[in-house]
């Protein structure tokens, strides 16, 4: 089955500075890769999500890189602002049956 | 998307017995999962809950302890069956809105004593 790993488990930046959560995945034939963002007991909310056939999707302040050779995915955070402090998932799956793999997650602090 | 709810939204309960929860969608969907959350952990797939069949299971998660109803396309239950303190978690469901994508519920706090 798919593995996902996520890197940082933590992470904690400036306000107005970029955050950058890294993800990778194991098996090749998954094609479609949403960010989800899950606020202190709130149910996740995707954020943003990329398709294999796309390198890079950009939405305001958020963007998501995909290196399909590399298995990696990463997520992008510019401007950081206090109210994007959460628990953030990567997560992979293949179109078919639409299993989500997700990673471990990264919690984010942005301090003001 | 679409408007997910799910009952209860938390419960405490004493471990032997088992909990049934309702996951309501205000459309119909081909595919809805149910997942769990440990607390600070990841969401953990339990199984995808199929209309008209029965529901398919990841590994370490089988029918007899979290049975699954799936009677119609907007609608599914889980059971948590003969509870321990281990169960005690956050179940979410899920709904793919033939788009790739899935939304989930609210989630039901589960306590186990």
């Known amino acids: 089955g798919e593995n996902v790993e996520q890197h940082p488990s933590t992470l904690s930046v400036q306000e107005g500075d970029s955050a950058v959560i890294k993800c990778t995945y194991s098996?090749?034939?998954?094609?479609?890769f949403p960010w989800y963002k899950q606020e202190l007991g709130k149910r996740p909310q995707l954020i943003i999500d990329?398709?294999?056939?796309?390198g890079e999707k950009k939405d305001q302040r958020i963007a998501v890189t995909l290196n399909k050779t590399a298995k990696h995915f990463s997520l992008h955070i510019t401007e950081t602002q206090p109210e994007d402090s959460a628990v953030y998932f990567c997560?992979?799956?293949?179109?078919?049956?639409?299993?989500?793999?997700f990673g471990t997650g990264t919690s984010l602090t942005v301090i003001p | 998307s679409a408007v997910i709810s799910q009952k209860p939204s938390r419960d405490i309960c004493q471990r032997g017995t088992s909990l049934t929860i309702q996951c309501q969608v205000d459309?119909?969907?081909?595919?809805m999962f149910w997942y769990r959350q440990q607390p600070g952990q990841s969401l953990t797939l339990i199984a995808t809950a199929n209309q008209g069949s029965e529901a398919t299971y990841e590994s370490g998660f089988v029918i007899d302890k979290f049975p699954i109803s799936r009677p119609n396309l907007t609608f599914s239950t889980l059971t948590v069956s003969n509870m321990s303190p281990e169960d005690s978690s956050i179940y979410l469901c899920?709904?793919?809105?033939?788009?790739?994508?899935?939304?989930f519920g609210p989630g039901t706090r589960l306590t186990v004593l």
């Open positions: 459309s119909q969907v081909t595919m």
């Open positions: 899920s709904v793919d809105l033939s788009t790739d994508t899935q939304y």
């Open positions: 098996d090749s034939a998954s094609n479609y």
């Open positions: 990329i398709r294999s056939n796309v």
């Open positions: 997560a992979a799956s293949k179109r078919t049956g639409n299993q989500f793999y």
